[in-house]
């Protein structure tokens, strides 16, 4: 079987396919072959399958990393099972829950001649996937291959996860990728963290900054999640929001406390024409008004002047900010500026010269890290 490494997390939304991408070109740059997929699709948008039958689904993730880096079709490796509600009840009502087959089609999906670097994307979590005999260990035991784990770090309780990761994988775990670690922490975790978890075996290839950009959320996936109606500037719905206001405080407070934010979504009350006429004059990416009343016609043309969308939503203000803040970081990197920062964040702060090393597969370029 040819050269494999699954990149796995402990939790979803770590950063897994912005590792892929940026390794991704990297090696391509190199003038590396390389092969990527996902054995258990978890991005998807289809209104049906056949099924228990996947033959061919490529998921969402892979496509747009193919498609970013203008990788063969040939080489984006096929899903051997979707993560939906429908696909995991049939699972457990007819008791399948060992790998059988789904082992079985993946090998024969790797198991050839190709001369290269194969990167596989596990799910969301070490668990995630057991229903369908797919997590991030079972892949590994089975395909005999090394684990690259990205983990988010909120503080020194993150090495918790990495022990557990740990102990599952055992030697698969080739080591660790630290993402979203504050700016002013991280040569702190260089100095300190770094070595205490080497002498605990766990390797650590990279520590990645945190990015505003790279948790942020487009417009139009804020109209989704909010059910909003789109009052003007429709079209501009790839505005990416970085910050959250909520313009709740008389209108010169909400002016000082604007303009010290940037790439804002802004949710206040609809009678509230002084904060949404302020607002438009700040770094606003949307305007989210909630409650009853309809905006002025002269706030609509500042707005439609200005290209900034304004969305009239039936939530409160309290639900609105909630579903806001937990799109933030929750959100996949579809978008071209997205996979540029991420594919600058790898290659500038992930050893991929000692992750190759680490994992057996030839290189012969230099790193910076």
């Known amino acids: 079987m040819s050269d494999i490494l699954l990149i796995g997390s402990c939790e979803s939304f770590s950063g897994k396919s912005a590792l892929v991408l940026g390794m991704a070109k990297r090696l391509l740059e190199n003038n590396k072959k390389v092969r990527i997929g996902k054995p258990l699709a978890t991005c998807i948008e289809l209104t049906s399958l056949p099924s228990m039958s996947y033959e061919g689904l490529i998921d969402d993730d892979v496509k747009f990393i193919g498609s970013t880096l203008n990788i063969e079709e040939e080489n984006l490796i096929s ?20 790998p059988g087959r789904a082992f079985d089609q993946i090998q024969e999906l790797l198991d050839d001649d190709f001369e290269g670097l194969n990167i596989l994307e596990a799910a969301g979590s070490l668990h995630e996937g057991m ?27 993150s090495v918790d996860a990495l022990l557990g990761a740990q102990k599952q994988l055992g030697d698969h775990l ?21 070595p205490s978890l080497k002498e605990m075996n766990i390797e650590v290839f990279g520590v990645m900054p945190q990015s505003p950009l790279l948790r942020s959320v487009t417009v139009g996936e804020l109209i989704r999640r909010l059910d909003a109606q ?7 719905d790839e505005l990416l929001v970085e910050t959250l206001s909520i313009g709740a405080m008389g209108v010169n407070s909400a002016m000082e406390f604007f303009r010290r934010r940037r790439n804002m979504a802004v949710v206040t009350g609809a009678d509230r024409t002084d ?11 949307c305007l989210i008004l909630t409650g009853l009343g309809e905006p002025l016609s002269q706030l609509i043309h500042r707005a439609e002047e200005l290209d900034v969308p304004i969305l009239k939503v039936e939530l409160d203000t309290l639900a609105t900010v909630e579903i806001i803040e937990q799109a933030f970081g929750h ?39």
């Open 79 to 98: 899903s051997v099972g979707l993560l939906d509600d429908i696909s995991a009840e049939k699972r457990i009502a007819n008791k399948d829950l060992l």
């Open 131 to 157: 229903i369908y005999g797919l997590s991030l260990p079972q892949l590994a035991k089975t395909l005999n291959a090394k684990v690259l784990i990205v983990n988010i770090w909120e503080d020194c309780k």
């Open 174 to 194: 080739a080591g660790v990728v630290l993402n979203a670690v504050l700016p002013k922490e991280v040569e702190k975790i260089k100095k300190t963290i770094i």
């Open 230 to 236: 789109v009052i003007c500037c429709q079209e501009k």
């Open 275 to 285: 904060i949404q006429l302020a607002a438009l004059e700040a770094s606003t990416q």
């Open 331 to 369: 959100v996949r990197i579809h978008e071209s500026i997205k996979a540029s920062y991420a594919v600058q964040l790898v290659q500038e702060h992930v050893n991929l010269k000692r992750i190759l090393e680490k994992i057996d597969f030839p290189c012969n370029f230099s790193d910076k890290c």
